[in-house]
């Protein structure tokens, strides 16, 4: 499984934005990136993922590396309820039964500051 | 809403005990998976299943098995349970290709 690579912590203060760094370097050409966040006392909740182009939803915004080596989840305007873990993580596209599972790292801690 | 609904928040079971984890999706998902998560290492994949009847090891099965005998229900099986045993439990449904959409876990404390 291709690996990636999260700071394991990060601060911020409320209502600023927040850029949440992942790096990839061994990512395959049909791995998809897909955030996903742990509130506290939850299971963890999907977020946002891509391939090669830039997304936004609702919840926040992916900038993707052009060489697709590295992303950054970008949470525009971030709340005392964005304070969760933020695990970036490599999915294969592949419809191979093994490769729908994905493997979670360790994940940024963020804490957001009132 | 996708729901996936774990039976029990809290559990507490003795040692040598079977221990059943039950877990329900109602979305019609594929795919069913099974996570255990404890401080410094994260969530790890126990089993999953991508059918009825069908399931492959994940990373950590030993000590585990699995059964899904309908679609919508995976349950995850401690054929004897141990301390190091202990640990939250996540459970997790998706279609092909689709987001993972997780339960709330089930805290097991094996005594």
């Known amino acids: 499984d291709a690996k990636t690579t999260q700071p394991n912590s990060m601060e911020s203060n409320e209502e600023e934005p927040v850029h949440l760094p992942c790096n990839h370097s061994?990512?395959?050409?049909?791995?998809?990136i897909h955030w996903y966040r742990q509130l506290p006392s939850q299971g963890p909740e999907y977020v946002i993922h891509g391939l090669t182009s830039n997304v936004n939803n609702r919840m926040a915004s992916l900038a993707i590396a052009e060489d697709r080596k590295s992303s950054t989840l970008i949470l525009h305007r971030a709340t005392l309820r964005d304070a969760a873990v933020y695990y970036c993580?490599?999915?294969?596209?592949?419809?191979?039964?093994?490769?729908?599972?994905?493997?979670f790292g360790q994940g940024t801690r963020l804490t957001i500051n009132p | 809403d996708v729901k996936v609904t774990q039976s029990s928040r809290y559990l507490v079971k003795r040692t040598g005990e079977k221990v059943f984890l039950e877990c329900v999706q109602d979305?019609?998902?594929?795919?069913m998976f099974w996570y255990r998560q404890d401080p410094g290492l994260g969530l790890r994949l126990i089993y999953f299943?991508?059918?009825?009847?069908?399931?492959e090891k994940g990373d950590i099965p030993e000590g585990y098995s699995v059964s899904r005998e309908k679609k919508e229900r995976f349950s995850l099986i401690l054929e004897s349970a141990s301390t190091n045993q202990t640990s939250m439990y996540l459970c997790?449904?998706?279609?092909?290709?689709?987001?993972?959409?997780f339960g709330n876990g089930t805290r097991l404390t094996v005594t």
């Open positions: 299943s991508y059918d009825v009847k069908m399931k």
């Open positions: 997790a449904s998706s279609r092909l290709r689709s987001p993972l959409h």
């Open positions: 993580i490599l999915r294969a596209s592949l419809l191979i039964q093994g490769a729908q599972k994905l493997v």
């Open positions: 979305m019609d998902h594929e795919n």
């Open positions: 061994t990512i395959s050409g049909t791995d998809y």
